[in-house]
């Protein structure tokens, strides 16, 4: 048996061992598994977002912090078929705690921060992003840290829309009006059904349109390990 396969078989535990490091495709199925027994999407978010309650008994704080470690390792997958898609490079992903997740192979390691930004329950609204209100609210809960100088920061917008009412050069703009504590590099990554982008937040040239990188699930099977 596969280590990955006796890794599945401690689910019942809310547990994944700490040192080890997983391919993108075995967490993103990981966390396909872990939504079907919730039932949907939501409720698996849902979940991790009580790990902060302090009525939680300890099974419940282990669930909690379990999905909430899944659901990080799942974005962060995206971005390593993105990259080995664009640059031909594959990592690895070890979870961790602080920072949340470390890409990982033979040559080098990269510290991922991943924060969620927005509320998900605006999806299907037409009401317009206050963006400087939303960058104020990342200052506050990321850039006041202090971090490896290596770290990078994977912002993920969880609105699977970026209709109209989310202006992405405006936002990249506003984060750059900010020091960005000691991140070696800050992405913002969004989403659909199928295809997932990572735009460059910084470093960033002024010169540059949006820089970003992609991964289609439909498309670019040939990336996919």
Same mark, same amino acid.
């Given at each position: 048996?596969?280590?990955?396969?006796?890794?599945?078989?401690?689910?019942?535990?809310?547990?994944?061992? #700490?040192?080890?490091?997983?391919?993108?495709?075995?967490?993103?199925?990981?966390?396909?598994?872990?939504?079907?027994?919730?039932?949907?999407?939501?409720?698996?978010? #849902?979940?991790?977002?009580?790990?902060?309650?302090?009525?939680?008994?300890?099974?419940?704080?282990?669930?909690?912090?379990?999905?909430?470690?899944?659901?990080?390792?799942?974005?962060?997958?995206?971005?390593?078929?993105?990259?080995?898609?664009?640059?031909?490079?594959?990592?690895?992903?070890?979870?961790?705690?602080?920072?949340?997740?470390?890409?990982?192979?033979? #040559?080098?390691?990269?510290?991922?921060?991943?924060?969620?930004?927005?509320?998900?329950?605006?999806?299907?609204?037409?009401?317009?992003? #206050?963006?400087?209100?939303?960058?104020?609210?990342?200052?506050?809960?990321?850039?006041?840290?202090?971090?490896?100088?290596?770290?990078?920061?994977?912002?993920?917008?969880?609105?699977?829309?970026?209709?109209?009412?989310?202006?992405?050069?405006?936002?990249?703009?506003?984060?750059?009006?900010?020091?960005?504590?000691?991140?070696?590099?800050?992405?913002?990554?969004?989403?659909?059904?199928?295809?997932?982008?990572?735009?460059?937040?910084?470093?960033?040239?002024?010169?540059?349109?949006?820089?970003?990188?992609?991964?289609?699930?439909?498309?670019?099977?040939?990336?996919?390990?």
């Amino acid at each position: 048996m596969s280590r990955e396969m006796k890794e599945l078989n401690k689910l019942s535990t809310f547990e994944i061992a #700490d040192g080890h490091d997983f391919s993108p495709l075995y967490l993103i199925n990981l966390y396909k598994k872990m939504i079907a027994q919730e039932g949907w999407e939501e409720s698996f978010f #849902d979940v991790k977002n009580k790990n902060k309650e302090i009525e939680l008994d300890l099974e419940g704080v282990k669930k909690s912090y379990f999905y909430k470690q899944i659901i990080e390792a799942y974005h962060a997958s995206w971005l390593c078929l993105a990259i080995n898609k664009y640059y031909s490079v594959r990592y690895n992903l070890m979870l961790s705690d602080s920072p949340d997740i470390i890409m990982i192979n033979k #040559d080098n390691c990269i510290p991922i921060e991943i924060y969620e930004a927005f509320d998900f329950s605006k999806v299907g609204t037409r009401e317009r992003i #206050d963006i400087k209100r939303e960058v104020d609210i990342l200052k506050e809960k990321k850039f006041n840290k202090v971090y490896e100088p290596w770290t990078n920061l994977l912002i993920v917008n969880r609105l699977k829309s970026i209709e109209d009412w989310f202006n992405i050069s405006a936002y990249i703009k506003e984060i750059n009006n900010y020091p960005y504590g000691n991140f070696a590099e800050i992405r913002l990554y969004v989403f659909s059904w199928d295809e997932h982008i990572f735009f460059r937040v910084f470093p960033i040239d002024s010169q540059e349109d949006l820089v970003k990188i992609d991964y289609s699930i439909k498309r670019d099977k040939e990336y996919l390990y």
